[in-house]
């Protein structure tokens, strides 16, 4: 059974950070274009970052470039997310996404099209 599987999440107030982590299992995601979207409450579900299956491309939403960073460890089968300078507006539940046949350049505009979706897990940020 394939899952992925979000963690880091929790409470933290404006410009602290926080480091998701998702571990993939069932098989093995190597080959996978992986990455993070994002829900807040009455919002859609919007793009977060994006790594492509060597990760040497990365992709980010403007609203986060330059405060979160995407990274992976394909031995361990895991992609993080690291947020930095973190504002009110991050708050969002955290979902983590792979895909085999997407390129991470994709992930914004094609969510739609990925297959593999975790539970999310809750990152909220005071002021």
């Known amino acids: 059974q394939v899952q992925l599987v979000e963690s880091g999440g929790g409470l933290v107030q404006a410009g602290g950070s926080l480091r998701l982590s998702c571990a993939a299992s069932?098989?093995?995601?190597?080959?996978?274009?992986m990455g993070w979207f994002r829900q807040a409450p009455g919002k859609e579900r919007e793009f977060v970052a994006a790594?492509?299956?060597?990760?040497?491309?990365?992709h980010y939403a403007d609203s986060v470039k330059g405060r979160f960073t995407i990274s992976r460890d394909n031995a361990k089968n895991t992609v993080y997310l690291q947020m930095n300078s973190l504002k009110p507006e991050d708050t969002s539940v955290y979902y983590c996404?792979?895909?085999?046949?997407?390129?991470?350049?994709?992930?914004?505009?094609?969510?739609?099209?990925?297959?593999?979706w975790g539970q999310g897990t809750q990152v909220t940020v005071s002021s």
């Open positions: 069932g098989r093995t995601f190597s080959s996978d274009a």
């Open positions: 996404a792979a895909d085999q046949a997407l390129r991470s350049s994709d992930f914004g505009l094609r969510q739609g099209l990925i297959h593999y």
């Open positions: 790594i492509s299956w060597r990760g040497r491309s990365t």
